[in-house]
């Protein structure tokens, strides 16, 4: 089955810099990339999400890039602020859509003022 | 638009007791998920439903756990009897069917198996 590695597992940036979380996959046949933001006693959100026939994808201050020849997909959040701080997950599904999404550990990110 | 639903948000029970869960997914969507998040974890999913048929439940420990969609809508999660390692927050999702569809999560049943 497929398995989903997302590093790191905690990042702590200032406000207004960029954050980074990385994530890979093993199944090549994996074609669809969501992220999702959960906050604190809340459901997971999608934020953004890529599928195969796409390396990059933008929507204001978030952005996600595909490597599928390295199976690593990243996202990046520009000009940080206070209400981006929460637990991010990276999933990879072979079904195109929901079904059969694989989540990685998450990343808790912190925004420091 | 009323999203997805879950009662109870928090359960306090001690172990070998049952406990069920409840889930009203946002109105329209055929596809109903079950997952299962631990601690610091990523969701793991137990269960999906494409209106009342259970089409994957190869995650869900049957032994003790069981689950329904009766009418293809609201769902119920049941655990009997619940054990100390069962403590985690059961997040239930919707989305509508096919390949590009998004699943929209619940804010989840926080369980606590003392």
């Known amino acids: 089955g497929e398995n989903v590695e997302q590093h790191p597992s905690t990042l702590s940036v200032q406000e207004g810099d960029s954050a980074v979380i990385k994530c890979t996959y093993s199944d090549s046949a994996s074609n669809y990339f969501p992220w999702y933001k959960q906050e604190l006693g809340k459901g997971p959100q999608l934020i953004i999400d890529?599928?195969?026939?796409?390396g990059e994808k933008k929507d204001q201050r978030i952005a996600v890039t595909l490597n599928k020849t390295a199976k690593h997909f990243s996202l990046h959040i520009t000009e940080t602020q206070p209400e981006d701080s929460a637990v991010y997950f990276c999933?990879?599904?072979?079904?195109?859509?929901?079904?059969?999404?694989?989540f990685g550990k998450g990343t808790h990110l912190i925004i420091q003022p | 638009e009323a999203g997805v639903v879950q009662s109870p948000r928090y359960k306090i029970i001690e172990k070998k007791q049952p406990v069920a869960f409840w889930c009203n997914p946002i109105s329209g969507h055929n596809t109903l998920y079950w997952y299962l998040q631990n601690l610091g974890q990523g969701p793991e999913l137990l269960i999906r439903y494409e209106n009342e048929e259970a089409v994957d439940d190869s995650q869900l420990p049957k032994d003790r756990f069981s689950a329904e969609r009766l009418k293809g809508v609201d769902s119920t999660l049941k655990i009997q009897p619940a054990e100390l390692g069962d403590s985690a927050v059961y997040l239930c999702?919707?989305?509508?069917?096919?390949?590009?569809?998004?699943?929209?999560f619940g804010q989840g049943t926080r369980l606590t198996v003392v």
């Open positions: 890529i599928r195969s026939n796409v």
């Open positions: 999933a990879a599904s072979s079904g195109g859509g929901a079904d059969g999404l694989t």
């Open positions: 999702a919707s989305s509508l069917s096919g390949s590009s569809s998004e699943a929209f």
